[in-house]
Nanobody, 115 residues
Framework: QVQLVESGGGLVQAGGSLRLSCAAS????????MGWHRQAPGKQREWVAT???????NYVDSVKGRFTISIDNAGITTYLQMNSLKPEDTAVYYC?????????WGQGTQVTVSS
């Protein structure tokens, strides 16, 4: 049973930084892709960033130049470095991962950016 556990969320002032982590347990096989989504209050869940095997990275336009996604050498832990945070980045951030055509989700971690 694969489980994804996020950490690193919290409260930060606008302009500050946070680093989210997502660690997988239950299997040692690497994922073909790992990424982050977020859901703000009253809004639909939104894709934020993805990193694929081979290192290809993609970001939603609103975070380009501010967020950086990375992955460890084992391919089972992903990180999201978030800089220059804005109040509109406030959301629950969810980790997602894909392996052998199956998608996995974490439970989410709250990020709150105060103005």
């Amino acid at each position: 049973q694969v489980q994804l556990v996020e950490s690193g969320g919290g409260l930060v002032q606008a302009g500050g930084s946070l680093r989210l982590s997502c660690a997988a347990s239950g299997s040692t096989y690497s994922f073909s892709a790992m990424g982050w989504h977020r859901q703000a209050p009253g809004k639909q869940r939104e894709w934020v960033a993805t990193i694929r095997r081979g290192g290809v990275r993609n970001y939603v336009d609103s975070v380009k130049g501010r967020f950086t996604i990375s992955i460890d050498n084992a391919g089972i832990t992903t990180y999201l470095q978030m800089n220059s945070l804005k109040p509109e980045d406030t959301a629950v951030y969810y980790c997602a991962a894909t392996r052998f055509g199956v998608d996995y989700w974490g439970q989410g971690t709250q990020v709150t950016v105060s103005s």
